[in-house]
């Protein structure tokens, strides 16, 4: 933009010039060729000048409007990335549900006293929440780094640093008591990790409530910034 500013002022100082050097050394100031062609020298300065801030104006809109553009699909995919990650704890909670000895107890999972599990499939299972785990890690250092693209970046950084934190204590509940659990059998009593025992409870209580109401929250707050800028 100042290169453009610089280069119209440079035309404007170019022209006058040039009309105060023909009229001086063709010796026609005062005469009707040199009125004549002096208003045909500011005209064609006002039309030089007047079309540049034209250009100007329109070159700055459409830089704004790819800006925006830009902002928006970076939005669009950062959403999809939190509804992959979503999706992937829903299908993993529900996995673990089916999985579970509680279903043939006739008995909701969230009654620890007994549920069960198989230790190879809950081993398998936790593989994944790992992944859920880096995913949000990945999300939330990234939008450190893209916060301006959002209306409430601090509130989407609580939503990715809680959720990282609650699969994060239950891969950790897990792994401290993997050679207690090995040595055991291979059924393992859900009782005797709360944290899985939160995800696996109904959708109504503990902590995983929370965060599903704070994912809904985020959810619309992104999808709103989309909506504006459209």
Do not use: W
């Not at 100042?2 to 010796?27: D, R």
């Not at 540049?52 to 329109?58: A, E, M």
């Not at 109504?204 to 929250?217: F, I, P, V």
Request: net charge neutral.
């Amino acid at each position: 933009m100042k290169k453009l500013i610089i280069s119209l002022t440079a035309i404007a100082a170019l022209c006058i010039i040039g009309l105060a050097f023909v009229i001086k050394y063709y010796k026609l100031s005062g005469t009707a060729i040199g009125e004549e062609l002096a208003k045909s020298l500011l005209q064609l300065i006002v039309i030089i000048f007047l079309g540049q801030v034209i250009s100007l104006i329109i070159s700055e809109y459409d830089r704004k409007r790819q800006k925006a553009v830009a902002l928006n699909d970076y939005r669009k995919n950062f959403l999809n990335k939190l509804i992959q990650i979503y999706v992937n704890y829903r299908r993993v909670r529900r996995e673990l549900r089916a999985n579970s000895q509680a279903i043939l107890l006739n008995v909701d999972v969230g009654d620890n006293s007994k549920a069960t599990i198989n230790l190879n499939v809950l081993d398998n299972h936790m593989q994944e929440i790992k992944e859920i785990v880096y995913d949000l890690l990945l999300v939330e250092q990234e939008l450190k780094a893209f916060h301006f693209a959002f209306s409430k970046p601090e509130d989407i950084i609580k939503l990715t640093d809680h959720g990282r934190k609650y699969f994060n204590n239950i891969v950790e509940e897990y792994e401290k008591m993997l050679s207690e659990l090995k040595s055991a059998n291979k059924d393992v009593e859900i009782s005797r990790l709360p944290h899985l025992s939160d995800l696996l409870a109904p959708e109504t209580s503990g902590e995983r409530k929370d965060l599903g109401n704070r994912y809904e929250a985020i959810i619309q707050v992104i999808t709103n910034d989309i909506l504006v800028t459209q």
